[in-house]
């Protein structure tokens, strides 16, 4: 079998999805977690199945993630040549650039289809200081203060 190539890497980052519909938030402060154990695509490589759990944590600010829209988005990835790396990245891309929440974190379990049991999850780079929070995270400290509703590895700056 050939080496891996650009194409392979690049494939299906760019891919239009099917719209990640929206709805106004009316509650601050709270976490919404939606757990999707059905995912599926096509590694662009050889063809062969990918399938796994993809959960997607985040807080809301203005907008939350209309369900149905986004289980059709992620079906969309059935026939889609992505590497499943690749997939989370995208997926956390497009949820960000749909909602703007105070964080996300995107998490994909996949199922192995011989040996290894692979697992990607996307967090960006943390700071001191949580998104949103007013106060500073103590050194070490998972979280920035008592609560947790407020984890550290998972803010993204808005």
Avoid at 38 to 46: A, G, L, M
Avoid at 75 to 91: D, H, M, P, T
Avoid at 113 to 141: E, L, Y
Wanted: charged share 20%; glycine share 6%.
């Amino acid at each position: 079998m050939p080496d891996y190539t650009e194409e392979h890497a690049r494939a299906g980052i760019q891919t239009k999805l099917p719209a990640l519909e929206t709805w106004p938030n009316q509650f601050p402060g709270y976490v919404i977690t939606t757990k999707f154990p059905e995912y599926s695509s096509v590694c662009p490589k050889t063809g062969l199945p990918d399938f796994g759990t993809i959960t997607i944590q985040y807080m809301p600010k203005k907008d939350c993630i209309e369900l149905k829209a986004l289980k059709m988005y992620l079906l969309a990835y059935r026939s889609l040549g992505i590497f499943y790396e690749n997939a989370v990245n995208k997926i956390l891309r497009d949820i960000v650039a749909a909602i703007r929440p105070e964080w996300c974190v995107v998490r994909g379990e996949f199922t192995p289809r011989s040996t290894p049991s692979p697992s990607a999850k996307r967090k960006p780079a943390t700071t001191s200081k949580i998104a949103g929070c007013p106060r500073a995270k103590p050194p070490g400290a998972n979280f920035c203060h008592a609560t947790s509703h407020c984890p550290s590895d998972v803010s993204i700056p808005a």
